[in-house]
């Protein structure tokens, strides 16, 4: 089963209006990262939290992480019609020291002009 | 150039016949990792290599067949396609505790 699960699995909000999108997981983790994908298109990395973080900024993106509670959120503020896509959470897993990735079902975001 | 690229970017091909998908990463990164992307799936671990000659099973590997004799290259083979394997199968590389490098993808249809 997928470690990530991500809440809403759509979401569509007007340009300029924040949005947020939630990512549980079910084990410890390293680190859990946020990655979109433009339609058709590969992933593309967005922001890294390490377990011993609690928030991290990347210019419009702000992404939270609670150990304790399993969960991460990732903020778009002021959102704009280019931030339409869907965005994936992805957690390394401490248990393991295999390096792999494993990523939720996805957000998808519709930022209306 | 630079980057992660897979091969090739789209296939058509017939059930039963074996088929494989090539992926080269410039970076020297240790791991290697093959996702497939389905609809209401999201992106789901088929394989993926800690280094040359070290590999294993992610949550869906039944049908698949991987390699990596060279670090810079982790070809994924299906064996006897079926048409459960249509998908989009995505090729990413990373180093250990930092971000993942995705290729373009190749959108491979079984019919």
């Known amino acids: 089963s997928q470690q990530g699960e991500e809440d809403p699995q759509a979401l569509s909000i007007q340009e300029g209006e924040n949005a947020t999108m939630n990512c549980s997981y079910k084990?410890?983790?390293?680190?859990l990262q946020w990655y979109r994908q433009n339609s058709g298109r590969g992933l593309v990395h967005l922001i890294l939290?390490?377990?011993?973080?609690r928030e991290k900024h990347s210019g419009r993106l702000r992404v939270t992480l609670d150990t304790s509670k399993k969960s991460s959120s990732l903020l778009i503020t002021a959102s704009r019609a280019a931030d339409t896509a869907s965005y994936f959470c992805?957690?390394?897993?401490?248990?393991?020291?295999?390096?792999?990735?494993?990523f939720g079902q996805g957000t998808t975001l519709q930022v209306k002009p | 150039d630079a980057g992660i690229t897979q091969s090739p970017r789209y296939k058509i091909t017939e059930t039963g016949r074996q088929v494989t998908l090539m992926c080269h990463q410039t970076?020297?990164?240790?791991?290697m990792f093959w996702y497939r992307q389905d609809l209401g799936h999201g992106l789901r671990l088929i394989y993926y290599?800690?280094?040359?000659?070290?590999?294993d099973k992610g949550e869906v590997p039944d049908g698949y067949v991987v390699s990596r004799s060279k670090t810079e290259n982790f070809p994924l083979t299906l064996e006897s396609a079926t048409r459960s394997q249509t998908s989009v199968y995505f090729c990413?590389?990373?180093?250990?505790?930092?971000?993942?490098?995705f290729g373009q993808g190749t959108r491979l249809t079984v019919v």
């Open positions: 990413a590389s990373r180093d250990r505790y930092t971000e993942a490098f």
């Open positions: 084990t410890s983790i390293n680190n």
């Open positions: 939290i390490r377990s011993n973080e």
């Open positions: 992805a957690t390394d897993a401490s248990s393991s020291n295999t390096g792999k990735l494993i």
């Open positions: 970076w020297s990164h240790s791991y």
């Open positions: 290599s800690a280094a040359a000659d070290i590999t």
